[in-house]
């Protein structure tokens, strides 16, 4: 649970009040009130939290240290460039972002978003069985949230997983090079390309035997999808006509994001130049704030 701490200086700040929560302390805006801890990964905490002002529920995550690592300190400040702009019911919104006491010198980052009741992960891993109708309506919902955030032009990129997955990769949808070269030539890294040709010779495992009781339309979508190479793979419109998800869909429900997204971002940018535009970001949410703050930065 969430338990009430004094400042590691003994020194409250104003508008600020600290708990502690798996031995981490929060210093956060006095308007939440954080219950417990609900999990933790490589990028933080988060609790559950209410905003005492609105008796709304969230959930609060604390990025602790966000700029020891200054590749992590980009993707953060990516996340929050993204989400500022998106509003759609299959992804998360962001309701906040506190700003912290001091500009120059901040460390740590609290993000406040609505809170789920769950995630995708637990009930998957829960004891529940999951009948057909689970599956179809997890994998709509997946699918309606991709097609937003590729209609406001990210996720251009492909996710291709790390070297230590390419072996189970192979294993289940066979080797690439089993059936035609070029399959593998969308690989721009010839290192890359090299390891994924040093990997023994497989056929694959039909989906059919690894899902016995699949619905036969489900496996034909993820035969579909799970296309080694990106340009060969159906598209998330396509997939979302598949007979397996057209009953579900209505186009007419999902309008584009209205604004496409630029996170072109320098790669080179220093810490102080990411905690600057980090600050800048932070202030879309606390517009008192940001008008003493006009013409600061572009």
């Given at each position: 649970m969430a338990t009430p701490v004094e400042p590691p200086n003994g020194v409250k700040t104003t508008g600020k009040?600290?708990?502690?929560?798996?031995?981490?302390?929060?210093?956060?805006?006095?308007?939440?009130?954080?219950?417990?801890?609900?999990?933790?990964?490589?990028?933080?905490?988060?609790?559950?939290?209410?905003?005492?002002?609105?008796?709304?529920?969230?959930?609060?995550?604390?990025?602790?240290?966000?700029?020891?690592?200054?590749?992590?300190?980009?993707?953060?400040?990516?996340?929050?460039?993204?989400?500022?702009?998106?509003?759609?019911?299959?992804?998360?919104?962001?309701?906040?972002?506190?700003?912290?006491?001091?500009?120059?010198?901040?460390?740590?980052?609290?993000?406040?978003?609505?809170?789920?009741?769950?995630?995708?992960?637990?009930?998957?891993?829960?004891?529940?069985?999951?009948?057909?109708?689970?599956?179809?309506?997890?994998?709509?919902?997946?699918?309606?949230?991709?097609?937003?955030?590729?209609?406001?032009?990210?996720?251009?990129?492909?996710l291709k997983p790390g070297p230590r997955s390419y072996s189970f990769v192979v294993t289940i949808m066979g080797h690439p090079l089993i059936q035609r070269e070029d399959d593998i030539q969308f690989i721009d890294n010839p290192k890359a390309r090299k390891f994924i040709k040093s990997l023994p010779y497989s056929l694959g495992t039909p989906f059919s035997r690894l899902y016995p009781h699949a619905h036969p339309m489900a496996i034909d979508l993820l035969q579909k999808m799970l296309v080694f190479d990106p340009s060969k793979r159906i598209s998330v419109t396509e997939a979302l006509q598949h007979p397996y998800m057209s009953p579900l869909y209505d186009p007419n429900s999902d309008p584009p994001a209205q604004v496409p997204i630029n996170l072109d971002i320098d790669e080179d940018l220093g810490e102080d130049m990411i905690r600057e535009m980090m600050w800048f970001e932070m202030l879309q949410y606390h517009p008192q704030t940001a008008e003493a703050n006009i013409g600061v930065i572009s």
């Amino acid at each position: 649970m969430a338990t009430p701490v004094e400042p590691p200086n003994g020194v409250k700040t104003t508008g600020k009040h600290y708990y502690s929560m798996w031995q981490t302390l929060f210093e956060i805006d006095t308007k939440y009130v954080p219950v417990k801890p609900i999990g933790r990964g490589a990028y933080g905490i988060v609790c559950s939290s209410i905003n005492r002002e609105t008796n709304e529920k969230v959930a609060i995550k604390k990025i602790h240290n966000a700029f020891d690592n200054r590749i992590d300190a980009l993707r953060t400040l990516r996340e929050l460039k993204l989400l500022r702009h998106l509003r759609h019911e299959n992804v998360i919104g962001l309701k906040d972002v506190m700003m912290p006491v001091q500009r120059r010198s901040f460390k740590d980052v609290y993000l406040v978003y609505e809170l789920m009741d769950t995630d995708l992960h637990q009930i998957v891993k829960s004891a529940q069985a999951l009948t057909n109708d689970h599956c179809q309506y997890f994998l709509f919902q997946l699918l309606r949230g991709l097609k937003y955030l590729h209609s406001a032009n990210i996720l251009h990129r492909d996710l291709k997983p790390g070297p230590r997955s390419y072996s189970f990769v192979v294993t289940i949808m066979g080797h690439p090079l089993i059936q035609r070269e070029d399959d593998i030539q969308f690989i721009d890294n010839p290192k890359a390309r090299k390891f994924i040709k040093s990997l023994p010779y497989s056929l694959g495992t039909p989906f059919s035997r690894l899902y016995p009781h699949a619905h036969p339309m489900a496996i034909d979508l993820l035969q579909k999808m799970l296309v080694f190479d990106p340009s060969k793979r159906i598209s998330v419109t396509e997939a979302l006509q598949h007979p397996y998800m057209s009953p579900l869909y209505d186009p007419n429900s999902d309008p584009p994001a209205q604004v496409p997204i630029n996170l072109d971002i320098d790669e080179d940018l220093g810490e102080d130049m990411i905690r600057e535009m980090m600050w800048f970001e932070m202030l879309q949410y606390h517009p008192q704030t940001a008008e003493a703050n006009i013409g600061v930065i572009s």
